[in-house]
């Protein structure tokens, strides 16, 4: 999921920020003189306060996927940022403070945060929380909105099923008023017939009408096949197709949906955006998450020619955009069978490293034998030098 829908779903709820993706700096120049100092641990260089949580999540989650340990401080920034009831703000400037009633917590920060610790393992008193924060604040509908309590939309119903799914519960398990997440999602699905066949809607509109969304929809297809953001692309290696047949279910759904997504980038090899005032352009975030979408759906041989722009295109975009794009690309080279490393001629584990604190090093990654094997050889290498000198004392006093 794009971090600009959730930029626009809080806009939305607190007239706070536009719709589009708050303004970006380049985070490979550092914080300027006037910004306030980031806290330790933090991924990238930018304000956090609208995103602090999420990219920390997609970072951590993205190392972890390419084996490589994130720094201890990263992971305790992260699990630092947790309420006491379970939540998870998109960032909180004060730690320490108990979280009250004036700090917005939000679905999509905690259900990123949940599927970065479960991943890393060792945080299960903190995702246990988290998760039954999250079925709390469930919906009627089976689905959940931006803040508790709003609308169910797409992307955040996506997100938390990722969550779930992170845990090891059954999304279909889930239920508020007989709805599961399924429920809502199938909800916001479109027909096969006129505008957007195929697509997700983000939201019905005030008219109670779906419009396509390729940003919802590429959330919805990993969501529905019951994924995390951070999938492998196993598909059925068939091409997708949308068909009507009576209610859909989630895996019709995703095929729909993948449906149009392929036809999406089937021209140009990515999706666009527009935002009023200005020309369109090309839209990376969505179209890493289409590659997603459609090698999880389908199989890597689908995902092809949008992976193939993004190779040659999305350098400067992630460069800009710090550590949750370079983790986007990471998860889209991944799922399309794609070398992080070497994406387009850039190792995108590297450029992610360097967004924030240097990850461990591996402790004794090669060894066949583990660490608990090398402490054993230094151990007897220890007693022998220990022997050795003995005797050379011995010897000196003979």
Known sequence: MNFRRSAAALAAAVAVIGS??????????GPSPSSPALPAGLYGTTDPQYDGVWRQSLALLAQ????????????????????????????????GKVCDAKLMVDTNSTAAAVQALAALGGHDTATGKAVS??????NKDGG??????GPSDTNSTSVVIGALAAVGQK??????????????LLAFALPCSGDGAGAFAYQPDKKGKLAANADATAAA???????????EGKGKGAEARCEDSGKPSPDRAAANGASYLAQAVAKDGHLTSSLPGSTDQ????????????????????QAQKPLKWLEKNSEAWAKQSGP?????????????????????????????????PAPQAAAEKDSPFGVWWTVGVFLVAGVGIGFLLSGRKKQGQS
Do not use: I
């Not at 589009?20 to 120049?29: E, F, G, M, N, Y």
């Not at 201890?72 to 309420?83: E, I, N």
């Not at 297809?221 to 999938?231: E, F, H, I």
């Open 133 to 138: 924060w999250l079925k709390a604040v469930q």
């Open 144 to 149: 959940w909105g931006y803040t508790p309590g």
């Open 282 to 301: 090309p839209d990376f975030g969505n179209t890493a998450d289409t590659v997603v979408a459609l090698a999880v759906q389908s199989g890597p041989a």
């Open 324 to 356: 949750a794009a370079y983790a986007q690309l990471v998860f889209a080279a991944r799922a399309a069978g794609a070398d992080p490393r070497d994406f387009g001629g850039v190792d995108l584990v590297e450029r992610l490293n360097a967004t924030g």
């Open 221 to 231: 297809v990993v969501a529905a096949l019951g994924q995390g953001m951070a999938p």
């Open 64 to 95: 972890h996927t390419m084996e490589v340990r994130p720094a201890a401080k990263a992971v305790d920034w992260l699990t630092g940022q947790q309420c006491a009831d379970g939540s998870f703000a998109a960032f909180r400037a004060e730690p």
């Open 20 to 29: 589009a993706a708050p303004a970006v700096a380049d985070t490979s120049a």
């Open 171 to 184: 999304p279909e398990s889930v239920v508020k008023d007989g709805k599961s997440p399924y429920d809502a």
